[in-house]
Each structure stands twice: as structure tokens, then as C-alpha cells.
């Protein structure tokens, strides 16, 4: 069971990849010394990133169309995301600047009322990069 909330709202879409990203944060002292040209580091703790690759549920594929409008219509700072899916949760603050979707198939569809045909896409995955506002403070560094 997959669970996909963002800023509160529940977007029943199936969760297909999750790449987890650390990266090290380092603070103002990271450089080289001089010396001897060793490394000097600075950490000053982790952020995370996630890169979450979403598709549509067959029972309901409107939602997925729902969910990367509200991402991309609009711009946000930041969303509050929470992704539940198999035995990891993932639940902060989230950046977020590109993503991707893939179109599954076009087709037409014919208006039984006005016989008008129209152009129908369906689409295949989303993959949205998300990372972390806030830095994660080691505390045993």
C-alpha cells in the first residue's frame, strides 16, 4: 500500500521508485591546507534527497494528472511531503525544481454526443526530485 500526501492532500497514485541521495553539508572551515594540501573538513551534517518516481492508479488516473498540476502550475517554495511506501516512510520538508513524465499512449476518443474526436494522452510515470530543506546535524561529528 502506498501512501502519497503532500501539503496535507492525499494523491491515491502508486509509488513505482524511490532513490534515496545524502549529501554531505559542509561548513565554512572545509578547504585545503596549505601546508601539506590535505583535505580539511568541515561537516556540518546530511541532507537528504529522494528521487520518487510516481504512476498513475488505474482505478482513478485523473489523481495522478491532479498531483503533478499541483507540483508544476504552480511555484512553491517548498511542500510538505510524506511518502509511505512498503516498509519506509519518508515525511520533511521538501525543495523541489525538476521533474519528468512519460507519455504511455495517445489515442482518440470519440464524444458520443457530438461525434467530435479528440486527442486522449495517457501517461506512464512522473519522477520528481525532492530534497531537503533543512540539514540533518550530526551529532557524533
Known amino acids: 500500500m502506498d501512501l502519497v500526501k503532500i501539503d496535507g492532500v492525499v494523491y491515491d497514485v502508486l509509488v513505482s521508485a524511490i532513490e534515496e541521495k545524502p549529501s554531505i553539508v559542509e561548513g565554512k572551515n572545509s578547504g585545503t591546507a596549505l601546508y ?71 489515442s482518440k476518443k470519440k464524444d458520443a454526443d457530438t461525434e467530435e474526436e479528440t486527442d486522449f494522452i495517457g501517461w506512464d510515470d512522473l519522477t520528481v526530485e525532492f530534497r531537503s530543506i533543512e540539514t540533518v546535524v550530526n551529532a557524533g561529528v
Open 36 to 106: 601539506k594540501q590535505r583535505e580539511i573538513r568541515d561537516i556540518a551534517g546530511i541532507k537528504y534527497a529522494h528521487s520518487i518516481t510516481f504512476s498513475p492508479n488505474d482505478e482513478a488516473p485523473e489523481l495522478f494528472d491532479k498531483l503533478f498540476s499541483y507540483l508544476f502550475d504552480n511555484i512553491r517554495e517548498s511542500v510538505m511531503l510524506e511518502v509511505v511506501h512498503g516498509q519506509q516512510t519518508i515525511s520533511y520538508e521538501a525543495a523541489y525544481s525538476t521533474g519528468g513524465r512519460r507519455v504511455a499512449y495517445i
